[in-house]
């Protein structure tokens, strides 16, 4: 049983004539422990992809199922790096990930928490500005926060959706990776990457698939796929 599945799934916007089909007949599975990437031009569907992968939207036909069972909404076991920062302004770059560490792990202590919380804020370099707030930050430090947030949660699977655009090319280096030593360590997770650039998709991934341009986008075939094909042309 694939860990993730996308079955047949259709995505529309609006009513009647004015009811666009931004995905179409969209099938995907992806195994535990892999690391995919999906590779499509700005404004071909991959965010509307993420958020029916994450249960923020649901599909206007198909389903969506993680480890077998229906996507209903969101979880702490998939953990999302949006493409915008989804900050709160309010509080500090601490703050902003303790409060997501405390939802995942309500039983740790105070003390397990902010440890955490520690560890991830200097994964991403941002130990000197963890207690100043979003708007003291540059666009890539609230990035950098994102990412932070999303992987001190430690989900069993990690969606990003263009995550590191933002970033200068050392700091994005640095994290692509940061979350690959995630992604491969002992508790390995399974990774799936939305991205506009295929040089970051070949260097992340183990398998890339393209997002045919839309209206009516819709997965191509993965690298693997053609390249077996290949082979037998070559048989």
């Known amino acids: 049983m694939a860990y993730l599945e996308l079955n047949n799934i259709y995505k529309t916007y609006g009513k009647g004539e004015n009811e666009p089909e931004v995905l179409s007949n969209i099938n995907l599975s992806i195994e535990e422990g892999e690391f ?34 229906p996507v209903m909404g ?65 666009g890539g430090m609230r990035q950098r926060v994102s990412v ?27 994290l692509q990776d940061e979350i690959l030593n995630i992604w491969g360590g002992k508790d390995k997770r399974t990774a799936l990457l939305i991205t506009n650039d295929v040089d970051e998709g070949i260097y992340m991934a183990d398998r890339i698939i393209p997002l045919r341009p839309g209206p009516n986008a819709t997965l191509g075939l993965s690298l693997k796929l053609i390249l077996n094909a290949l082979e037998i042309k070559r048989k």
């Not at 071909?44 to 077998?68: A, C, H, Q, R």
């Open 36 to 69: 995919v990437a999906i590779v499509g031009f700005t404004g071909s569907g991959k965010t509307t992809l993420v958020n029916l992968i994450n249960g923020l939207i649901t599909p206007t036909k198909g389903e969506v199922l993680f480890k077998g069972e």
């Open 74 to 138: 969101t979880s702490h076991e998939r953990g999302v790096i949006f493409q915008n920062y989804s900050l709160l302004p309010w509080l500090t770059v601490g703050q902003n990930v303790y409060m997501a560490v405390k939802e995942a792990f309500p039983k740790k202590s105070k003390a397990e928490l902010h440890a955490i919380v520690a560890d991830y804020v200097e994964m991403v370099s941002l130990t000197p500005a963890i207690n100043k707030r979003p708007k003291e930050l540059s």
């Open 148 to 174: 932070a947030r999303a992987l001190a949660m430690k989900p069993e699977m990690i969606i990003m959706d263009e995550p590191l655009g933002a970033l200068d090319a050392l700091t994005r280096g640095n």
